[in-house]
Structures are given as structure tokens and as C-alpha cells.
């Protein structure tokens, strides 16, 4: 299945509809044209995917934000999982075992790698899966 299909299938939900996947960072992170030219940013190992900007103009900003740089980058954490895990495979992305909001720690055992598909795949599906639930909540979560 090619990514942009992957991305509707597990993020449609938010109200994405994705019409090309325009940047990537190491750890899965992706900026997403919709076909209303609007921006988006889906977050992995949060896991979360939101409108970042509503036009290319805005993106442009976003891009030259020192703040949305450095956290865009990541640098320090994929300094990190290379250190750990050595060079991405063709196709692979690092990712967090456990995602941030579930517990899991930004670094250390928590880092691995995973095909990029299957990244979007499965946090579209815990992101669905918590998406309404408060915070410290219990759950039981379904992966397919």
C-alpha cells in the first residue's frame, strides 16, 4: 500500500485528506498536503496529527521558527538512536517503543526502528484509540 493511502486509512480520522507527503524527519515525523493546501504534521511518537498551517505561505514561517526547527529535528534524540541502534535501513524510521503519551521515555531502551508504513499505521491506531480519553485513564489498547 503506498504511504499516502496508509495515511488516510489511519489518519483520516483527524480530518486529514492527504494529498502528498511533502518533509520527513528520522523518527517518522511527516508534513502532509491536503487537498485544500492546508499543512500537517503527524507526530508519531506522540501520537498525534494536526494542521500546522493553513497555507504554503504559513508553512514557509514555520519553517524559518527557530523553536519549530529544533523540534522538528529532533537532534539530540536521533543523535541518540544512532549512537544505539547505528544507521536507518532503507525505509525504516526510528520510533519510540512505547509513545510518549502511553509513558515511554524520549531516548534510551524506548528507542528501536520500524518500517515507516507500519509506523503510521499502528500510532494512527493508538491515536485513535486514546484520542478522547483524560488524561490518566485507563486502557486496553487493540493493535492490529
Known amino acids: 500500500m503506498q504511504l499516502i493511502a496508509i495515511i488516510e486509512e489511519s489518519w483520516g480520522w483527524t480530518g486529514l485528506r492527504p494529498q502528498?507527503?511533502?518533509?520527513?524527519?528520522?523518527?517518522?515525523?511527516?508534513?502532509?498536503?491536503?487537498?485544500?493546501?492546508?499543512?500537517?504534521?503527524l507526530r508519531p511518537e506522540d501520537p498525534c496529527?494536526?494542521?500546522?498551517?493553513?497555507?504554503?505561505?504559513?508553512?514557509?514561517?514555520l519553517s524559518n521558527d527557530q523553536g519549530f526547527s529544533h523540534d522538528w529535528n529532533m537532534t539530540e534524540l536521533v543523535r541518540q538512536a544512532k549512537e544505539r541502534l547505528g544507521p536507518l535501513r532503507p525505509g525504516?524510521?526510528?520510533?519510540?517503543?512505547i509513545p510518549s503519551v502511553l509513558g515511554g521515555e524520549y531516548g534510551g531502551d524506548n528507542v528501536a526502528t520500524m518500517p515507516l508504513e507500519e509506523l503510521v499505521s499502528v500510532s494512527g491506531s493508538i491515536a485513535r484509540q486514546i484520542d478522547q480519553l483524560p488524561d490518566g485513564a485507563s486502557i486496553s489498547l487493540v493493535v492490529k
Do not use: P, Q
Open 49 to 61: 496529527c494536526r494542521m500546522i498551517a493553513a497555507s504554503r505561505a504559513e508553512l514557509d514561517t
Open 92 to 97: 525504516f524510521k526510528c520510533c519510540l517503543k
Open 20 to 41: 502528498l507527503v511533502i518533509g520527513d524527519n528520522a523518527f517518522g515525523n511527516l508534513i502532509v498536503k491536503d487537498f485544500e493546501e492546508h499543512y500537517w504534521r
